[in-house]
């Protein structure tokens, strides 16, 4: 069954038994409200009946004549008897004894009764008078009540069922209405396939439970597509790189093997393979690491971070790695909350994307001092870090995040090209940004701002 369908019967299920309550309570209340009623007739007709009979040689011939006429207006199915101190009926003759003994001395022991008998409802009252005490006992059947109530009922189960029959069409259109943004959503994820990951499903302006869906769809989808260009992009620049100095190194010792050579051209030969094995090794390291930067890249587990802490880790690395000294933290500014230098991320893989960095820094000023400066405020953590290198020329700048790309200033130093690639995908992995500016021959500085 459909949401919409399963909202509508709940909503007009749930608003049919309060409606259906209330009627009950009403239909309750009205049919004790009718009963009390015609009790309250039936105790004036017993007053009545006393005053008729047993009070008519003490009152007024114009009160004994209003009397006899209030006495005339009968109710249906009227029944009045007055029975004397030993139950035997008076002024009224009762050959059967319409009412037994039992109830009659109940009436003269309790002074008053009501009671219903089937649809009869009786009334008695027990009546000191000089001419003895008496018990007067006055039933009728209700009609006019009763049809009341039956009107009554039948027009609210005509009620119900109206309400309940409107209660499920405008809940049915209601819910329709509501869920017509998923229906949307659900077409624009049936037109999402593998060869076209690229699309993204409209989130709209709310902020509901149905935006906070397509905007997970979407993250999900933009995770899936960062995935499969992972995929591709490994699989090529792998095949590359490795291709190249393994073609290297089988050219060399064919040449070699051709003729006896030398010792002087062995170990050139050797040489050359072992500097083509070097850059191997450095490249399938580099993959490797890629691959495990990849593989974490969507399913992170995220810590806070101090980053000030994290910073001077970094020191105590690099001046042990470079020699003390060479590493420089300058602390610009921080703030008074220590939260506020507190960051959402993976700590390994954050300090691999430092280390890429640091480690650039290093290479491409030769091992001179690289200097790292920290600045922070509520609104924002800032780590600079800056040589004194080659720099980078300015029409490469927008290509140095690319994977395996090298500057053309660069090509003597080794490396592959992958460091930046994957430095820059972790720090947008927590919503971070780099920056790089750079003066050839001079310097280069790497800023990543981060957002609290």
Request: aromatic share 8%; net charge negative.
């Amino acid at each position: 069954m459909k949401i919409k369908n399963r909202l509508s019967l709940y909503f007009t299920a749930i608003s049919a038994f309060v409606l259906l309550l209330v009627q009950v309570v009403i239909c309750v209340t009205f049919s004790s409200f009718i009963k009390s009623d015609f009790y309250d007739h039936l105790m004036d007709r017993a007053n009545v009946a006393s005053q008729l009979y047993l009070e008519a040689d003490e009152i007024s011939p114009d009160s004994l004549n209003h009397v006899r006429e209030r006495y005339l207006e009968r109710l249906p199915d009227e029944v009045v008897r007055l029975y004397d101190e030993k139950n035997a009926a008076s002024f009224i003759k009762d050959k059967n004894q319409f009412w037994p003994d039992a109830i009659i001395n109940a009436v003269r022991k309790r002074k008053q009764l009501q009671f219903t008998e089937g649809n009869r409802q009786t009334v008695g009252i027990y009546y000191n008078d000089n001419q003895g005490n008496f018990v007067i006992l006055v039933s009728a059947i209700d009609h006019q009540g009763d049809k009341r109530l039956k009107d009554m009922i039948e027009i609210m189960s005509i009620l119900l069922i109206s309400v309940t029959f409107g209660l499920f069409v405008i809940s049915r259109w209601f819910a329709e209405k509501a869920l017509q943004p998923i229906d949307k959503v659900i077409g624009q994820m049936r037109m999402v396939r593998a060869a076209n990951l690229s699309l993204r499903v409209d989130e709209g302006n709310g902020r509901d439970e149905i935006s906070a869906l397509a905007h997970n769809f979407n993250q999900l989808l933009e995770h899936l597509e960062n995935a499969f260009e992972l995929q591709q992009t490994f699989v090529i620049n792998a095949s590359h790189e490795l291709r190249t100095p393994i073609t290297s190194i089988i050219g060399e010792i064919e040449i070699t093997l051709n003729k006896i050579r030398s010792t002087t051209d062995y170990e050139q030969v050797l040489s050359s393979i072992l500097n083509d094995a070097e850059r191997l090794n450095e490249t399938i390291g580099s993959l490797l690491e890629l691959a495990n930067v990849d593989m974490n890249y969507t399913q992170p587990v995220l810590k806070a971070i101090a980053i000030d802490d994290l910073v001077w880790e970094l020191n105590d690395y690099w001046n042990d790695r470079a020699g003390k000294g060479h590493f420089v933290v300058n602390v610009l500014n921080l703030p008074q909350e220590h939260t506020k230098l507190q960051l959402l991320a993976n700590k390994s893989m954050l300090t691999i994307a430092l280390n890429n960095i640091i480690g650039n820094a290093f290479k491409f000023s030769k091992n001179q001092p690289v200097r790292c400066d920290l600045y922070a405020d509520n609104q924002s953590i800032n780590i600079t870090i800056t040589d004194a290198g080659v720099g980078i020329i300015p029409e490469e700048l927008d290509k140095i995040f690319d994977s395996f790309y090298r500057g053309t200033n660069v090509k003597t130093y080794q490396g592959n090209g992958i460091g930046l690639y994957v430095t820059n995908k972790i720090i947008n992995l927590f919503n971070g940004k780099i920056t790089v500016s750079s003066i050839p021959g001079k310097s280069t500085s790497v800023r990543i701002s981060f957002s609290n």
